[in-house]
């Protein structure tokens, strides 16, 4: 339901979804983020440019309990866990539009800016 949508929009969904998985998912998802941002740095990355790419839910240990029934028996109950995994990865087109941003802004920071007093002097040496 919410593999390949962006975090906060992965987020909103599981939010609104009406189940107690969702609670769980939504948790889950929220550390993956915030892993991934401390990894990669705030500087470099931030959460709209992250994607979910997989959400999986695997079998995880079997607590086993025993139940006392009639004649001396007893019954067994597995109370099962689950692993919960979900990656997130930086979407490239957020990428691809940041490095253009960033070439952008060094190339501004390259060309020099001319005020009018100075274009003006350079006017009148050329006289």
């Given at each position: 339901?919410?593999k390949?949508?962006?975090?906060?929009?992965?987020?909103a969904?599981?939010?609104?979804?009406p189940?107690?998985?969702?609670l769980v998912?939504?948790?889950t998802?929220?550390?993956?983020?915030?892993?991934?941002?401390?990894?990669?740095?705030?500087?470099?990355?931030?959460?709209?440019?992250?994607?979910?790419?997989?959400?999986s839910?695997?079998?995880?240990p079997?607590?086993?309990r025993?139940?006392?029934v009639?004649?001396?028996?007893?019954?067994?109950?597995?109370?099962?866990?689950?692993?919960?995994?979900?990656?997130?990865?930086?979407?490239?087109?957020?990428?691809?539009?940041r490095?253009?941003?960033?070439?952008?802004?060094?190339?501004?920071?390259?060309?020099?800016?001319?005020?009018?007093?100075?274009?003006?002097?350079?006017?009148?040496?050329?006289?």
């Amino acid at each position: 339901m919410i593999k390949g949508q962006s975090v906060p929009k992965a987020l909103a969904t599981l939010s609104f979804t009406p189940k107690y998985a969702a609670l769980v998912l939504e948790k889950t998802l929220k550390s993956a983020a915030a892993n991934a941002l401390a990894r990669a740095g705030t500087a470099k990355l931030k959460a709209e440019d992250l994607v979910v790419k997989n959400v999986s839910v695997d079998g995880g240990p079997i607590m086993k309990r025993i139940r006392p029934v009639g004649m001396g028996r007893a019954y067994l109950i597995r109370k099962r866990l689950a692993h919960v995994t979900i990656r997130v990865a930086e979407d490239e087109k957020a990428r691809k539009l940041r490095e253009q941003q960033a070439k952008l802004a060094t190339e501004k920071g390259k060309r020099k800016v001319t005020t009018k007093r100075e274009s003006k002097a350079k006017e009148k040496k050329s006289e």
